[in-house]
Nanobody, 124 residues
């Protein structure tokens, strides 16, 4: 399985921006579908965005569409989540996930590898 390490979280004021990164180990990164999910205290883990192997197809949750952008650099084994116009309701622990089957469905059950998460806190 691929090992995933997230970074880039932090505390930001509403309206601000953050860029999350997820570095993956291994030489087969380009074969994985990748995704970002988040979990707020007391809530279930929810879909944020996914991207296919080539980066040509992306999906977003309605709540982040137009504000967040997922991208990947297969040469660097890294996937990114650019988050703009952040809102207090975006506060959560953000997880990077990988699907060895290349899935990009908006459901955590299709992703077999997970990072430890990076905290994003948006103050009002």
């Amino acid at each position: 399985q691929v090992q995933l390490v997230e970074s880039g979280g932090g505390l930001v004021q509403a309206g601000g921006s953050l860029r999350l990164s997820c570095a993956a180990s291994g030489r087969t990164f380009s074969t994985y579908g990748m995704g970002w999910f988040r979990q707020a205290p007391g809530k279930e883990r929810e879909f944020v965005a996914t991207i296919d192997r080539s980066g040509g197809t992306t999906y977003y949750a309605d709540s982040v569409k137009g504000r967040f952008t997922i991208s990947r650099d297969n040469a660097k084994n890294t996937v990114y989540l650019q988050m703009n116009s952040l809102k207090p309701e975006d506060t959560a622990l953000y997880y990077c996930a990988a699907s060895s089957y290349g899935h990009i469905y908006p459901d955590p059950k299709y992703f077999g590898s997970w990072g430890q998460g990076t905290q994003v806190t948006v103050s009002s």
